[in-house]
């Protein structure tokens, strides 16, 4: 059984996905939630310096110097990125689009000049291919395990144990930095720590994926997962399932329309994200959509009873207290006129009587509680 796992290409290449999904997402949550989830673009792209600097000096192109390297080139990337911020002569966007560029530029000319015969090549570590994986193996006891595959499971477990070792720390110092550091949790530690994990993880996830996908998984599934909920324990369990949904669902696609797998993986984080966004209970589109309805409907009949109010028993109540004064002389449409009437009956605010909107007990206590806050 499990040499027959290990030996169907799908299932190396959806392990693949579901390991870089789940060890991005884990880091990603906090990143996200500290509003430094564009730092990992910075890092993605700014650690091919690293990857050509460890070559220059050891000439590897793989191993755990070459990951240890690029992973330093990232922090070094968000160290730079702060000591700008911090100067306040720009701020941290300018600043990570100053820094980065240049560090990634630096990597590919030195690229280009030294290692032109050598296995670096830029798109590759950009884009990557997962589809492939497969193909690169290693014998672990007795089995071909993907090189992918056996890298990105160790990180994966070096990160899930971070979060859970560190949990109470993170969770402070995520939401309340200054109450992290007075009582001695060095915020400012944890928050390179988790920077280098991720920094880490960006170059396991080259070699398979690439940076694009990486940066996807990273960012997208904790931003959804923010849409669901505001429990940090739920947040990340969610965007690691929303990862494993995008990892099945775009390996599933891109079979099915023959296009790329790490391009549809990426392209289903973002199909999840838009459903969240239009479909979140309590925060989307929709749910927003309907809260904007019933204000403007409480509005609309808190109108309406001060309307009534002011021309009940008058000599113009039987020209106003009607549904088409409101029309005519509130200038409402129709549609919004009757929806204002059947909301103020329905909360027993108003009734019909002899063709004409009077109040109701609750409807004069209504009134008399609005013009009582205005005079206040």
Known sequence: MI?????SIPAMILTTGILVGASSAVLGVFLVLRGNAMLTDAISHSIVLGIITVWLLT???SGPVQLLGAAATGVVTVLLTEALARSRLVKMDAAIGLVFPAMFATGVILISIHARNVHIDVDTVLLGEIGFVWLHTVTLWGLRVPVAVMTLGAVLAVNLGFVLLFWKELKLATFDPGLAAALGFAP?????AVLTLTSITAVASFDAVG???FIAFVIVPPATAYLLTRRLWLMMV?????SVAACVAGYALARLWDVSIGGMMASMTGALFALALVFAPGRGLVAQALRHRQRRLDHDCRALVAH???HQDTDKMAEENTLRALVDHLRWSEP???AAVLRAHDRDLIERRDGLLVLRPKGSAEVEAIFGRQMA
């Not at 040499?3 to 030996?7: C, L, Q, T």
């Open 238 to 242: 969610l965007a690691v399932a929303l």
């Open 336 to 338: 919004r006129a009757r």
């Open 59 to 61: 000439r590897q192109i």
């Open 3 to 7: 040499p027959a796992f290990f030996d």
């Open 188 to 192: 400012g530690v944890l928050h390179y």
């Open 308 to 310: 009534l109010y002011t």
């Open 211 to 213: 940076a694009i996908l």
